[in-house]
């Protein structure tokens, strides 16, 4: 082999490292670490926080929904006056509904399932999936981390600036985000807003330049860009995918930061009658077009990691071979090439030549396809397998069930004439928490029960995982599923009240039934806070490969230290040879001397 | 009580002319979707009950048949990319301008936080110089005079506006030329199928045929500030003998306003600032 060589990882270095390491004072080990199993615990930290923040959130939002008019219970009496129609209350405004969905949308998406997906995955994963002891820019790896924090507090601040929070969508369209009728070098919601999401997109730009790296230069010994674990093959290509498409957003924020604080018009048109008086010159389509441009691949961004986590989870325990390997590369491939031509479909009412609505639609609809094969491959591999139920497969199982109907809700709006009654109701709001939290989050939560093991030394109860799995599938469903006949009826996003209008009266009942399972799911997670703090000081001590997992990360120690493997890792085989005939184990690890031959597409274990 | 499970239930009810083959086109996917999903979801359960762990059975350690990889490729891309090009035909009759039908009424529109506006050509049918008919009226629009409508213009001595409604006569091919005049708005009648979005600075082509009369809603569909809840308007399809009879009202009421503003000349500039 002759890529041996080229792969092959200066690996006697680590063992002087980690003598060095002993002395660190405690802030160079837990806070400004370059471990990057201390970055991912970090990011998965900080994420968890603005999970709850940015689901309480959604629950007010919920509750507006539901019961317009009616105060918020128990917390609505502590709301500041700005949020509240009068202090004390507890009555919402439009103002705060508009502030919260903003919210709602940017949290989740930036530091929530983008931190969780590529940020705490990614830098767990890869060096200890690729069998090396670290990331090869372990410094950049830290500054990475270290821009999610200050851009929390800064889209946070927001509620101190004169008008509240940002308030234009997470999308942010100009010309409503762009005119603030405030004078220059005024920090409003939406400057911060814009800030915090620039500093964000560059630290994705950093976590992915150091993904290709690591990926390309510190395999271990023997592994072959085609031995590795799709779950590294899809982080790698979503660090691709972010490094080339966030820096056309952090573009797109910056004309209209400027346009925020220094009232330039990149984005205003002549012959606006505001109170304001810049303007002109601009086009506000283009910002959706450049936004879009990245905005689209992040979905894939905030997908694909996942979708390698839950191939590993199901092939393991199927106790089988991923089926297709090959395909399943090929296809996170063609799904993150496609992504990057098909932005329009956002836009197909926008106002855009119409022509590019019909391009648009036939690059989007063909993503169907590599979508398809993907789900295909997930059942391939549970074909005569040997499925064991643990939470981790559960949860993987929920995501391939859930991608499914998020996939193809997705058909609908891919056919620019259906769109036209669907666009901006709540059928796309159903869609995108159908792929965003029925596929991303089901797909985090299967590489936190399957990873946590190796994270943190300690088991995950295992029945209180299927107890939060279990809750969650169906508040989860109970919300969002009835969110599709809304967008039927006709039932607009973003709206404070809808029983303003006649046709939407009807919807009512199925409002408040949304809310039900809201509050439910929302509620749910408080299992998972729960087994992870019980676990993590009264857990069952994990052994070194509870799974009997192929992949490198289990030849390492249970919670594993600085520089991760205690022993030399070479690598004799792909990751998924699982039940191989002729040999007593069901499992045969990347790591084990051994040699096989393949026929036809079995694999014999040949002494 | 209708069921969540089906979404063809749901729509309201349709009154266009091309809202028909959406709705059909959406049926066609929902149906296609159905099927898919049954394949998917009938699959999944019977491996997970079929193949589940049992004591002294094993994996079958298989990585994959080239054969089902290529089928399962080719296959979708035969029924996805079929249900594009259909969809492609209906997109060209409904939004590209080339295949507009000819107008027989022709309104312009303008959203503003957070009324809609609507400007009539009047009883000669025929717009005065304004914002949409010549560039340079662009310069004239004001919080007062929304269209940048030019008072001197004869033509346009019938023009009048109505705000948060409008009329439109049954079973005619209605072009409404939408813009605005601050942010994003989106024009969306869903019982007629349409939804536009309006730019500040272009004049965007909305066009349909209603065939039933009665009183419908228009709604905004684009987040455009914390009044997008209520931006909200009615519109009523009257026979074409209602319609000209309201036209013509409409028209005379105006025109009889503009002659009394003539005649005092002071109050002229209230009612058409072409003040800079």
Known sequence: MSTEAIAHSPSHEHVHEEAHHHVLPWYRRYLFSTDHKVIAKQFMLTSFIFLFIGGAFALIIRWQLAYPGKPIPVIGALFPSTWVTEPGSGIITPEFFAQLLTMHGSIMIFFVIIPLAVGMFGNFCI??????????????????????????????????????????????YPPLAAQTGYPTFTFTGQTLWLIAVFLIGFSSIMGGVNYITTVLNKRAKGMRLFDMPLTIWAIFITA????????????????????NFLHTSFFLPDNLVTS??????????????????????????MLVPLMGVVSDVISTFSRKPIFGYKAMIFAIASIAGLGFIVWGHHMFQSGMNP?????????????AVPSAIKVFNWLGTLWRGNIHYSAAMLSALA???????????????ASAPVDIYIHDTYFIVAHIHYVLFGGSLFGIFAGLYYWFPKMFGKMLSETWGRRHLFWTFIGFNVCFFPMHVLGLGGHMRRIYDPNVYDFLKGLHPMNQI???????????????????????FFGKKASRNPWHANSLEWAAPPHPGHGNFDSDITVYRGPYEYSVADRELDYWPQWEPGKAISIHHHTIAVD | MKSVFDFLGWFPENISTFGGELDALFAIIWWVCVGIFFLTFGLMAIFMIVYRNRDG???YNYHGNNILEIAWTILPTILFAGIGLYSNEIWEVTKYSNRNPKPDVEILMLGKQ????FLYPGADGKFGRNAYTDRTARADMSATNPFGRDSLDPAGADDFMVENQFRVPVNANVVVRGSTIDVLHSFFLPHARVKQDVIPGTWMNIWFNIFKTGKYELACAELCGSGHYAMRAEYQVLSNADYDAWLNQKSAEIKGMNAGVAEEPAAADTTAPKSM
């Open chain 1, 514 to 536: 949304i809310t039900y399972g809201a509050f439910l799911l929302g509620f749910a997670q408080l299992i998972l806070i729960g087994n992870i703090l019980y676990s993590l």
């Open chain 1, 355 to 367: 022509l590019l609505g019909t391009t648009f639609m036939l690059s989007t609809i063909v993503i």
């Open chain 1, 127 to 172: 060096p200890l999936m690729i069998g090396t002891n670290d990331m090869a820019l372990p410094r950049l790896n830290m500054w990475s981390f270290w821009l999610l924090p200050p851009a929390g507090l800064i889209i946070l601040t927001g509620f101190f600036t004169p008008s509240g929070y940002a308030a234009a969508g997470w999308t942010s």
């Open chain 1, 399 to 413: 995501f391939v069930s859930m991608f499914i109907i998020g996939g193809l809700s997705g058909v609908f709006m």
């Open chain 2, 57 to 59: 059975h094993r994996g």
């Open chain 1, 240 to 259: 691709i995918l972010a490094v080339l498409g966030t820096p056309v957003l952090a573009a797109g924020l910056a004309m209209l930061f400027f346009d």
């Open chain 1, 276 to 301: 304001s008086k810049y303007f002109g010159g601009g086009q506000p389509v283009l910002f959706q077009h450049v936004f879009w441009f990245y905005s689209h691949p992040a979905v894939y961004i």
């Open chain 2, 114 to 117: 957070f009324t809609w506006m």
